[in-house]
């Protein structure tokens, strides 16, 4: 019997409503992907085509859970979906949290697999092993407040889980993301947009059945042991009190927060919009995950006559409020929290949402677009009258919503008049809300991610420059000096590459950056632990570091496959030129040894020095043969 | 005289009453090394900040300097 994992997979082919299960779902299988990135990696390079147009019924999207997803121990609750990305071209991923992955594996299934496109709307309705392919006409253009009541009413259940778009994803919005229970996104590279495009609306879960596990006692004796600890580790404390926005004005005072479309590093506006100030103000209660005790989600209420915000859409996390905050010269905590409502109703990536309002905002001040462009509105860093709108206009496709609905980097191509040099992108894909001008390990990140500028790619090397409980946590890996932020000779490209290595793991298992060292508290040896309760392997951390080099590699071979490589690797030109301010004014990139560090990392992946592409040897030493 | 101000649940982490307090300064000492002796047993899980700036914890303190004590960060 399987332990930790359900051994089940579902395709579901919405072309003609076929409905099987995977075959081979076995303990080798599951030790070598272990779900998440792995799944979807696998999958991708034997299924799809890389020359296939990413909104056409042949592209898959693949929902992924990992052998960690559902364990009864915070942290344990992630999955990701991927698909080829209609944003990026190349691999496309956004992981989730909540509680729509380990519903689906008390449901009995690992994962699903979306071929084909329905006719006409269509939900997918899981009840454990019964599983249905029901109509959406009459849920297609409503949000996902109105969609999730609904489904929920017809279904007789409220307790069903719902992964869903709204209309974003439904007029292929290229970011439009993917959202559970209202308020947590399987966010990036555009996945919400695959789902709209396969007339898929909802996929809503309930799932009854226990999952089983080797050692039930140790896995629950390691979920007391953290609900204790979590709260003398400030890393995991600090989120249970602020959130994640609690470090808004660690950055700001750092001279590294994203500010007016990355032209500074320090918002004069910070200590309205941070997380201490969202705790003293409009912070309704603190949620978390499933199992999870750290609630590090925001729930917060905005009652104002001209402004109301729902507390049912949760809260803006610190990315959103940085998107629509500081790099929109906005200090309006109560309209960031309305922007982050939206988008979880519309289905829109707040990240890209706000960079690519930030983009048009600096376009229209260089004169690149005007009122005739914007239908009358006034595009100026700071002002609060045009966000809301925008989010509107993006998301139903209105007016230059539709040019900007293409993500940054599309649209200046189309706008033209020098507007290139404002789209912010890696592969594509819009910076998220870190400034690697102060972290050049975050800038090797942001070029060398699969998806496109990611800041979920490693843990960022600001956290590694003393020695102390921090650094010791990852001395198992290997990485036994503290290194500067400012570093990017060899010792950072293996320091952000054995860290990549770890995060991928993560990613795999369905494990929260925010439960396991080093962001979170739960130690190397705990998370060793907890993995051979479950599964009852003799899993080491030798193997899950293997299998987090294992998921790198196959991306990138899909990557390859798409066209996209060394030339891609690179960052925007902003991040060469000096911050002009901020704490850090006057900090750049140095690009020539920037771009010595990326051939590092090709060399030190095992990939070809020059062109990035994996060697053959390096995929034999890996198992990818497919 | 230094001027230090601690973030809340850095307080309740550390065990420190006050969220602003003065403390005299006895000869040449570091970052890291006033935040010991103020309490901080873990300097690397804060951030300082002095007089606005945030600098490293091998900076020198000075007298009539503002620090403030802010939490280590990351990700979001």
Known sequence: MPLGYTGKI????????????????????????????????????????????????????????????????????????????????????????????????MAGYDGLIIEGKAEKPVYIYIKDNEVKIKDASHLWGR????????????????????????????NLVSYACIVNELKHANG?????????????????????????????????????????????????????????????????????????????GSFEGAEKIWGKTMAETILKKREGCYACVIRCKRVVEVDREDLKVDPELGGPEYETIASFGSLCGIDDLELISKANELCNKYTLDTISTGMVIAFAMECYENGIITQQDTGGLKLTFGNKDVVLKLIEMIAKRQGIGDILAMGSKRAAKKIGKGAEQYALTVKNQELPMHEPRGKYGVGLAYALSD??????????????????????????????????????????????????????????????????????????????????????WNVSLWEMLK???????????????????????????????????????????????????????????????????????KLAELGIDF | MVHIKITPYLRETFNITKETFEVELKGQVTVHDFLKQIGIKKPEYVLVVINGKALPKTTPIKDGDCIEVLPVFEGG
């Open chain 1, 10 to 105: 579902l395709r579901i082919d919405l072309s003609d409503g076929n409905i099987k299960e995977e075959e081979n779902i076995d303990e080798v299988f599951m030790r070598k992907y272990f779900g998440g990135k792995g799944f979807i990696g696998y999958y991708l390079l034997k299924e799809v085509n890389p020359d296939i147009d990413p909104l056409s019924p042949v592209n898959k999207l693949i929902f992924a859970t990992g052998v960690m997803t559902g364990l009864p121990v915070s942290g344990m609750c992630r999955y990701a979906v991927g698909a080829k990305s209609p944003l990026t071209g190349g691999y496309g991923q956004a992981e989730a949290g909540g509680w729509w992955g380990p519903e689906l594996k």
């Open chain 1, 143 to 170: 949000t996902t407040d109105q969609a999730q009541k609904l489904i929920r009413e017809e279904n007789k259940d409220n307790r069903i889980r719902i992964a869903q778009i709204g209309p974003a994803g439904e």
């Open chain 1, 188 to 264: 990036r590279t555009g996945m919400g947009a695959v789902m709209g495009s396969k007339n898929l609306k909802a996929i809503a879960v309930r799932g009854t059945q226990k999952l089983q596990f080797k050692d039930k006692e140790k896995i629950l004796g390691i979920a007391r042991w953290f609900s204790g600890y979590f709260k003398e580790n400030p890393l995991t404390y600090g989120l249970y009190n602020w959130g994640t926005s609690g470090g808004l004005m660690n950055f700001n005072k750092s001279g590294i927060l994203p500010t007016r479309n990355f032209r500074e």
């Open chain 1, 451 to 536: 998806t496109g500028a990611d800041h979920m790619q490693a843990a960022h090397d600001t956290m590694f420059t003393e020695e102390g409980e921090v650094l010791d946590s990852i001395k198992p890996l290997g990485i036994l000096e503290p290194i500067d932020p400012f570093d990017i000779t060899q010792k950072k490209v293996r320091e952000f590459m054995y860290l990549q290595f770890l995060w991928s793991f993560y990613n795999m298992a369905g494990i929260c950056d925010f439960a396991a060292v080093p962001r979170g508290s739960m130690s190397l040896g705990k998370v060793v632990e907890l993995m051979r309760a479950a599964t009852g």
């Open chain 1, 547 to 617: 299998a987090g080099e294992r998921g790198l590699t196959m991306s990138r071979l899909f990557n390859t496959r798409c066209g996209i490589g060394a030339r891609e690797d690179r960052l925007p030109r902003r991040l060469h030129q000096a911050l002009e301010g901020g704490t850090l004014k006057g900090q750049k990139i140095p690009e020539k040894e920037f771009k010595q560090a990326i051939k590092t990392y090709y060399a030190m992946m095992g990939w070809d020095k020059e062109t990035g592409i994996p060697t053959q040897e």
